[in-house]
């Protein structure tokens, strides 16, 4: 299986030799079922503290070896109180699971330890990173700590989590299915968007959390660290991505590597909802948040999936201090009896809210088409942008020249001798009329049309400006985002 133990998982992860260990000798307190006879080593989950990259982070990894890793209260108090440390310190917290779940001796007192680490988790989110790794079975109730916390990275045919596994679905529905197909690392990445990150092993999986400490802050009172600035390569170049013909996709992580340092892009949650792409990278050195649409797939509309993706990635940012460069080329939100069902109003209603609601620098460029709900949505100027450019090659519009010439034009088209030419010609006339960028700038929609070469030096130049931005919101104990 190639996996490490709960120690060697932390050394490996952490920086050489920085590991401090806590707590190694709490001990459970429960006498039902014999269990006093029994010692369980550090009570089955490792704590302490130690440093990535030579900063500081809280750490806590469980022990499969010890009891199945399992729950119970001592070894709940030992994360909460590794979790309090993160909180008043200001420092990340990672979590390692692998548990078989509740410890069942302990009764009431083991979901009372679960209950204490989920309050812990919502008290901590804004405030710290915390980070989950999934390496081994997650089940039951201790899948929703992961689920509250901010990244979850899993590895294949190691990771599993679920809410009740293959036994309990066999008996309750006469299903049949193995805990890989129910809730492995590829169904938790590829279709449920439970993680975010996806490894092949352990040890890819741990450089993945050291990419992502490159990138972001240590707190919420803090910004990400800034390197050194570089261009980006050559090989992408921002001038001849986008194809001459408008229905023709392309791949918007090009253009993404086109303007950011080194052409350097972490992308998150690359498996899921691939209709949109979300991630980080640098530019001029500084950490940034990138939302784009992807052509590739679906013509980057806007769905159920890629709106929930899009909205937690820019609340994230917006949390810790990470401006948000916003990517726009859409026909608008995907349409159909399925979407509708499945709540694309309330779904998509999370990605105005999110947009709406960040103070960050916010920086949208227009790259072809935005039309309908899709423009207002992707970080317009009516939700706040900060700034917005547009391509000359961008299209404005409530909707398409094709279904808007049929619409406008519909009765000179059907009394038309030919009517096909008359739509060509209609259709025509709207696209010069509308669908450009020019009317939205002259409305001051678009602060400025700019040539694709010159969108690196737009972005650099729009955050030296907001480098100091500060936006005041109404008081409130708290917003209540679209469910």
């Not at 190694?24 to 006093?36: I, P, Q, S, Y």
């Not at 080593?41 to 022990?63: E, K, L, R, Y």
């Not at 949390?319 to 979407?339: E, K, R, S």
Request: some cysteine.
């Amino acid at each position: 299986m190639g996996k490490l133990t709960a120690r060697q998982r932390v050394e490996t992860l952490l920086d050489e030799g920085s590991f401090h260990e806590y707590d190694l000798f709490v001990e459970h307190k429960c006498t039902d079922f014999n269990m006093e006879k029994k010692t369980l080593n550090a009570d089955g989950v490792v704590t302490g503290t130690g440093t990535i990259g030579g900063h500081p982070v809280c750490i806590f990894a469980q022990d499969f070896t010890v009891a199945g890793g399992s729950l119970g209260l001592a070894h709940a108090r030992k994360i909460t109180k590794v979790m309090d440390h993160a909180i008043k310190m200001g420092m990340p917290l990672i979590g390692i699971n692998d548990s078989g779940g509740a410890r069942i001796q302990e009764g009431v007192n083991s979901l009372a330890g679960y209950g204490e680490i989920f309050y812990r988790n919502t008290l901590a989110s804004g405030v710290i990173p915390q980070i989950s790794v999934i390496l081994g079975p997650c089940a039951g109730g201790a899948v929703y700590s992961p689920a509250l916390t901010d990244f979850v990275f899993v590895v294949d045919k190691i990771s599993k989590m679920f809410i009740t596994g293959p036994e309990v679905i066999k008996t309750v529905l006469g299903e049949e299915i193995s805990m890989e197909d129910l809730g492995g690392a590829r169904v938790q990445t590829e279709i449920t968007g439970n993680a975010h990150f996806f490894a092949t092993t352990e040890q890819e999986c741990f450089e993945q959390i050291k990419q992502l400490f490159t990138f972001i802050p240590w707190n919420n009172r803090k910004k990400a660290v800034v390197y050194p600035p570089k261009p980006p390569r050559a090989k992408f170049d921002i001038e001849k991505i986008i194809p001459a013909e408008a229905n023709k996709p392309y791949d918007v992580r090009d253009i993404i590597k086109s303007f950011i340092d080194d052409s350097i892009f972490f992308e998150i949650q690359a498996d899921w909802a691939s209709n949109i792409v979300i991630g980080l990278a640098r530019i001029s050195g500084e950490t940034i948040g990138i939302v784009g649409n992807q052509p590739l797939v679906l013509a980057g509309v806007l769905d159920v999936d890629s709106s929930d993706k899009a909205a937690r990635f820019i609340r994230y940012c917006d949390a810790f201090n990470i401006p948000l460069v916003t990517l726009v080329d859409l026909p608008g939100y995907l349409p159909g009896v399925d979407q509708e069902y499945a709540g694309v109003i309330r779904h998509g209603a999370k990605i105005l809210y999110a947009y709406s609601e960040a103070t960050v620098p916010k920086i949208t460029v227009i790259l072809r088409k935005a039309y309908g709900g899709g423009y207002i949505a992707m970080c317009s100027r009516h939700l706040g942008a900060d700034f917005v450019f547009a391509w000359p090659t961008a299209e404005i519009a409530v909707m398409g020249p094709e279904g808007a010439a049929n619409i406008i034009f519909k009765k000179e088209i059907s009394e038309a001798e030919n009517p096909d030419d008359m739509r060509k010609l209609k259709v025509a006339e709207y696209t010069e009329k509308f669908a450009n960028p020019y009317v939205a700038a002259a409305n001051g929609h678009v602060d400025s049309v700019i040539e694709p070469d010159k969108t690196r030096d737009a972005i650099i130049h729009s955050l030296k400006v907001a480098a100091n931005k500060h936006e005041v919101r109404p008081f409130k104990k708290h917003g209540i985002p679209p469910n």
